[in-house]
Nanobody, 127 residues
Framework: VQLQACGGGLVQTRGSLRLSCAAS????????LAWFRQAPGKEREFVAA??????????ADSVRGRFAISRDNAKNLVNLYLQMNSLKPEDTAVYYC???????????????????WGRGTQVTVSS
């Protein structure tokens, strides 16, 4: 399994960025696919997740209404996206995509629930 995230960069407050993550090596139909982030000196925190093949999404309170997660599927390849709008300096972090086979609703926000991780992509929001 490989996950490759890209799309980070430097943006001003209230700007937008779109992150992408290419996930390959599995048919991810029944997997949770998620975005986490980690700011310097802080623990990795949940941002958003696509709930298996339901089409439903879940968000951290800090990003709900500003961020949107989505996915598109192909055989053995899934593209996961995170559209980030109205960015704030506190959104500055390294963003990671992750996939988990055994994630359930109650564990979706826990980094340890996910089996595979992509390399992070840096997002910096200037004030």
């Amino acid at each position: 399994v490989q996950l490759q995230a890209c799309g980070g960069g430097l943006v001003q407050t209230r700007g937008s960025l779109r992150l992408s993550c290419a996930a390959s090596g599995r048919t991810f139909t029944n997997y949770y696919l998620a975005w986490f982030r980690q700011a310097p000196g802080k623990e990795r925190e949940f941002v958003a997740a696509m709930i298996r093949n339901s089409g439903r999404a879940d968000y951290a309170d800090s990003v709900r209404g500003r961020f949107a997660i989505s996915r598109d599927n192909a055989k053995n390849l899934v593209n996961l996206y995170l559209q980030m709008n109205s960015l704030k300096p506190e959104d500055t972090a390294v963003y990671y995509c992750a996939a988990g086979a055994g994630v359930i609703t109650s564990t979706r926000a826990r980094a340890e629930s996910y089996d595979w991780w992509g390399r992070g992509t840096q997002v910096t929001v200037s004030s």
